[in-house]
């Protein structure tokens, strides 16, 4: 997917005001919710087309790692 579904809290950014905040934006947000649920969807989606998920992820990221 092409956009950022779960907010990230990686080193500084991981802190009880940002946890807090962020995990009461997912509990209390109808909209964020079924978005979620939605990009969730998706992502399985995409992940699963034509079975073996692992092998297509690897494959990807294999190629994305690859000089162009």
Excluded: C, R, W
Aim: glycine share 2%; charged share 20%; proline share 1%.
């Amino acid at each position: 997917m092409d956009k950022l579904v779960v907010k990230e809290l990686i080193q500084e950014e991981l802190n009880t005001a940002n946890l807090v905040a962020a995990l009461n934006d997912l509990l209390s947000n109808e909209t964020k919710q079924l978005q979620l649920q939605n990009d969730y969807t998706q992502l399985k989606a995409v992940l699963t087309a034509g079975g073996h998920a692992s092998s297509q992820a690897a494959s990807k990221i294999i190629a994305f790692l690859q000089p162009v």
